[in-house]
């Protein structure tokens, strides 16, 4: 009998057919085809065992299943589809997201632009009014919710009593989680909300190490970020580096499960073995060395830019990366944060952002570490904030022009329009509209993806199913007809 049930909705619940960037049309409305063949692009099903356990799930959920397991408690991730093999005996239902009303980056921007609904927003309501998930409750299960979006019920309430959850966490879970559970296990009530704080973070070696396999082969190498930038989360968080035989480990389930390539995760994996913001060489040659021992495919979550900058200026280290990791004309992708294109900005929010550069360098420095990545067939997807409390008109001019700077290199630049998290999370938010130059720099972004993503596509789906080659590149096509139509004449 499973006792705890992990699990999420659909759009979390895929590989998204083993192309990680495909999984950002899960945070869009459907364009131009119904939902259901949106969804089977972007959010496709995975062969599950017989318990309906999935044979590749979310990373963070893997990490809240392996802390219950460590603890003695008998858990198991459960694919959505699966939970009536086990929700009448289940007494607790652990449920994480990365974003679970759409309120976050960039679905909040796909509100503000369409005015219509995200299908991972969508995905998490029909999970939420399955009637497995009712019946559970009627026969006395706890609901707790987590994950980096857990700050997103604050905003929605009335769902927690409409869906009958219990407790809500926010902040690094494994620790508290277990606690919870335990509590719930032996009948005490539960309180409603946990904010972790820095006492229950989980030192490194409190991190329990995966024992099933991670979507894509993702493996977290780092936690936390010496920047400080006043708009992120993450910066809340002590910077903790795993150690080399942790990360082994949790690349041998991967690999021992079939998974084909991995991911190294981090919010710099440039920092990695560094205290501070200046990258160091050796431990990251010796990281990626022990990557390649397992996989051939290996790709990065996230870079800073200046760490970018200042790696290849310094150690040529960018250069090596790309010589271990990339054969004849292969690419590989990696999302990055600019932010804004202003100096007065930079220097107000994310003053450390540019480190060990100054902040009025900061659009510089953007477009050096672009030129490197350009030549190396390194790809940034890279993130742009606009609606920013501080921002000015003079703000979003400069971010417009440093987006044309950035015309000559191989990227997307995803604008985003800004949420209140991290240090300016108690700012009075609400789904505003853009102003008219706030949509001019969200176009001019658009215009940027679209003059590269046929050469992007020809690359990322070269080894994709015939099918979906041929369904993303009709959704291209007429998304350029319908930008040509509406936002350029």
Known sequence: MTEVIITTDRTMMTN?????FIGFMTTAPPIFMPEWLWMKISAPKMKVNEKGEPWQAPYGLRKIEAALLDAGIDAAVIDPDHLGKHIDEAKVIAIGHHDYFALGPPSSEWWVLTGKEPVNSKSFRKLMERPEIRRAKKNGAKIIVGGPAAWQWLYMPELIDKWGVDTVIDGEGEKVTVEIVKKAL?????PKFIQVG?????????IPLIKKASVNGLVEISR???RRCRFCSVTLRPLRHYTLEMIERELEVNKRAGVEGCILHSDDVLLYGSDSVYPRPEPIIKLHELARKYFKSVGWSHFSLSAVKYAEENYKLMSRL????????????????IETGSPDLAEKIMPAKALPYSAREWPSVVIDA???MHELRIVPAATLITGIPEEKLEDVTKSLELVDELKPYRSLIVPMYFVPMGLLRDKNWYRAQPTQEQMDLMKACLRHDL???DDLARWYLRKANPLLRLSIRIFISLVKRAASRYLFI
């Open 370 to 372: 672009f030129s490197i």
């Open 198 to 206: 820095a006492e229950d973070v989980p030192s490194l070696h409190q």
């Open 224 to 226: 936390g970020c010496p």
């Open 322 to 337: 790309s010589e271990m990791l990339l054969e004849d004309d292969d690419y590989v992708g990696v999302e990055v944060g």
């Open 16 to 20: 998204h057919h083993g192309k990680e």
């Open 451 to 453: 003059f590269w993503i």
């Open 186 to 190: 032996s009948g005490e009530e539960l």
